[in-house]
T-cell receptor
Framework: DGGITQSPKYLFRKEGQNVTLSCEQN?????MYWYRQDPGQGLRLIYY???????QKGDIAEGYSVSREKKESFPLTVTSAQKNPTAFYLC??????????????FGPGTRLTVL | GEDVEQSLFLSVREGDSSVINCTYT??????LYWYKQEPGAGLQLLTY?????DMKQDQRLTVLLNKKDKHLSLRIADTQTGDSAIYFC???????????FGAGTRLAVHP
């Protein structure tokens, strides 16, 4: 089955610790994305990558870092510099349609709680 | 900058039609999308419409696009309890590699 997997589903972290969220896709998509979702709010873009070894900051990149060493993988590190990291994190990948569409496919999400 | 707005909550009776509305500001939008999110899960793409279309129908779902008013709607016929979820509207522009999402509309279906 092709799809996007995120692990773990639930993650607990102590204040001051870095933590890495995993995202893997076997859809052969070039582009991958990380979003943050807070209760009652929409999705905010953290980072995105259009191709291996390249990535760009999204709207709320401060306190986060990413890498894109392989096409299939786009891990997100939440650093201690992120002041309010408790949230639901969603990873996505996309194909590009002729004419400019970017149909994004989402993973099941990781809920991060800082204790 | 680009913005997408949706009403936050909609309540309907089971068997009725639901209409979820969305407005956007980017006149260069080429594709508009509707996603569904069930509790604790990721987003599932329901349908999309290209900007040169006025309407698209897919089983119980009908998407209407008024490009002049930058207004998009999703109609769900014969709404069922399994349709209870948050529905997100999103848009993308040609040559722009990001989607802009609305805040989501929470649909509650009651007997």
């Amino acid at each position: 089955d092709g799809g996007i997997t995120q692990s773990p589903k639930y993650l607990f972290r102590k204040e001051g610790q870095n933590v890495t969220l995993s995202c893997e896709q076997n859809l052969n998509h070039d582009a991958m994305y990380w979003y943050r979702q807070d209760p009652g709010q929409g999705l905010r873009l953290i980072y995105y990558s259009q191709i291996v070894n390249d990535f760009q900051k999204g709207d709320i990149a401060e306190g986060y870092s990413v890498s894109r060493e392989k096409k299939e993988s786009f891990p997100l590190t939440v650093t201690s510099a992120q002041k309010n990291p408790t949230a639901f994190y969603l990873c996505a990948s996309s194909i590009q349609r002729a004419g400019g569409g970017h149909e994004q496919f989402f993973g099941p999400g990781t809920r991060l709680t800082v204790l | 900058g680009e913005d997408v707005e949706q009403s936050l909550f909609l309540s309907v009776r089971e068997g009725d039609s639901s209409v979820i509305n969305c407005t956007y500001t980017d006149s260069s939008s080429t594709y508009l999308y509707w996603y569904k999110q069930e509790p604790g899960a990721g987003l599932q793409l329901l349908t999309y419409i290209f900007s040169n279309m006025d309407m698209k129908q897919d089983q119980r779902l009908t998407v209407l696009l008024n490009k002049k008013d930058k207004h998009l709607s999703l109609r769900i016929a014969d709404t069922q309890t399994g349709d209870s979820a948050i529905y997100f509207c999103a848009e993308s522009s040609s040559g722009y590699n990001k989607l802009i999402f609305g805040a989501g509309t929470r649909l509650a279906v009651h007997p």
